[in-house]
């Protein structure tokens, strides 16, 4: 630690510049020092600076491909024929007598007594004055003349002509086309649907009650039925959804096979009968009539008159009552009967069918891949640094007087060990730099 202090002071000495110097009047200079300062009287330690080359391990982190072999399961679909065994269900009925219970129901009226509140309307009768204004009618009766014409009836008797058609029995022999089903084994595909499905939630809008209001009108307050806001209901909904699937069975088709029959038809023909019938005929025969009409014209006076105007006033009043409530009362009577039960005996029957079956084969199918390997690298690297090497100078000669009080020699310049210094560079300390591990 001393020693570094010492070298610090001695770098900072030689690193001050010569202006300063200048600027201080040559205070600081070797220049107005006498001969004897100049010699030293012992040896003093100097610091020279020497750069070195040094190395450091550096350790890099090196990515290199690398491929390798790996396996991997292929699966591949094979279809092969299998020889199935199924049974189908043949239904047969019989029968079988069970004996059961029959509740019978036995009502009973009995009559509770229940006590209720009413509003019993109480109604005043009040009268008002107004004044009106009435249209009476004054009538005068006259006469106007009408002419008009009417048809007058004639009857008269034509002979008419009446054709009518009768139906004639013809008896023919014809080919009748006759069908009859023959039942086949087909095998079909059907599409099954299975239920699935989630919860939701639904928001549903109850509307709300009805309920009586007292409500104040030109005739007084009277009690209408109101109808309260609906309500939000939240409630849980089932969604279903369907999912198919393809499901083989046999089934009985029907073919139709037909067949040419004789057949003998009776048919019944048309035919045209023509008649002559009398018939009465009236006619109209127009007739001009003349009508003396009487009538009556109305026009209208205007009078004024006065008129007492009841209006009623109604008062709800609450009143107790009680009331006879008749209600049945209902009793299950139990009775053994007796009853013929049909039910079907299942009877499987075997038959071959052949399936085609989807199998999943495995296989192994080798790769080749590649991947990027991290590999550790140890390098040198080369760094300088500047050390300072201390040494020792010890000065022999003594200083010559100088000429005209101008120093001369080694002290005139402010060397006395004859070591050359350079002002104008001066020397710094470098510290050593930091290695990286």
Same mark, same amino acid.
């Given at each position: ?58 350790? $890099? @982190? ?7 072999? =790996?396996?991997? !399961? ?18 047969? !009925? ?6 059961? =219970? ?46 008009? !014409? ?74 209408? +039925? @109101? ?24 089934? +009985? ?46 026009? +209208? ?36 009967? !007796?009853? @013929? ?49 201390? $040494? ?5 000669? @003594? ?17 006395? =060990? ?20």
């Amino acid at each position: 630690m001393r020693m570094r202090s010492v070298v610090l002071t001695l770098a900072a000495v030689f690193a001050a510049p010569v202006s300063a110097f200048a600027g201080l009047c040559g205070v600081p200079s070797y220049n107005c020092c006498p001969t004897v300062a100049c010699a030293p009287a012992s040896c003093y330690t100097a610091c020279r600076v020497s750069t070195e080359t040094c190395y450091r391990t550096v350790c $890099e @982190t090196v990515y290199e491909p690398q491929e390798y072999t =790996s396996s991997r !399961t292929v699966c591949e679909k094979v279809f092969e024929d299998v020889q199935q065994t199924c049974y189908r269900t043949v239904n047969e !009925t019989a029968y079988r007598e069970e004996c059961y =219970s029959v509740c019978r129901p036995v009502t009973e009226t009995a009559v509770r007594e229940e006590t209720y509140c009413v509003q019993r309307p109480v109604t005043e009768t009040l009268y008002r004055e107004c004044n009106y204004t009435v249209q009476r009618p004054v009538w005068e009766d006259k006469v106007r003349e009408q002419r008009y !014409t009417i048809q007058q009836p004639v009857c008269e008797t034509i002979q008419q002509e009446c054709r009518s058609t009768v139906m004639k029995c013809v008896t023919e022999t014809i080919q009748q086309e006759r069908c009859y089903t023959v039942q086949r084994p087909e095998t079909r595909t059907r599409c099954v649907q299975r239920m699935t499905g989630q919860w939701t939630t639904q928001t549903q809008s109850i509307p709300g009650p009805v309920v009586p209001r007292v409500v104040c009108g030109p005739c007084g307050p009277r009690v209408c +039925m @109101t109808q309260c806001p609906p309500r939000q209901v939240c409630r849980r909904v089932w969604c279903p959804q369907v999912v198919q699937q393809q499901i083989p069975y046999t089934v +009985m088709v029907p073919q139709v096979v037909r067949q040419q029959c004789p057949v003998q038809v009776t048919r019944y023909v048309p035919e045209v009968v023509v008649k002559t019938v009398p018939i009465q005929v009236t006619r109209m025969v127009c007739k001009e009539v003349v009508q003396q009409i009487p009538y009556r014209t109305c026009r +209208m006076e205007c009078e004024t008159k006065t008129r007492q105007i009841p209006y009623q006033v109604c008062k709800m009043v609450t009143e107790q009552r009680n009331r006879q409530i008749p209600y049945s009362v209902c009793k299950m009577v139990t009775e053994q009967k !007796t009853r @013929t039960i049909p039910y079907c005996v299942a009877k499987q029957v075997p038959y071959t069918t052949t399936r085609r079956v989807c199998k999943t084969v495995p296989r192994e199918v080798q790769q080749t891949c590649t991947r990027m390997v991290a590999r550790q690298v140890m390098r040198q690297v080369p760094y300088t640094r500047s050390v300072l090497i201390p $040494e020792t100078v010890c000065c022999t000669s @003594t200083c010559a007087p100088c000429a005209a009080g101008v120093m001369t020699g080694g002290c005139a310049g402010g060397n006395c =060990s004859g070591v050359t210094v350079d002002a104008a560079h001066p020397v710094y300390p470098v510290a050593d730099p930091v290695l990286n591990p």
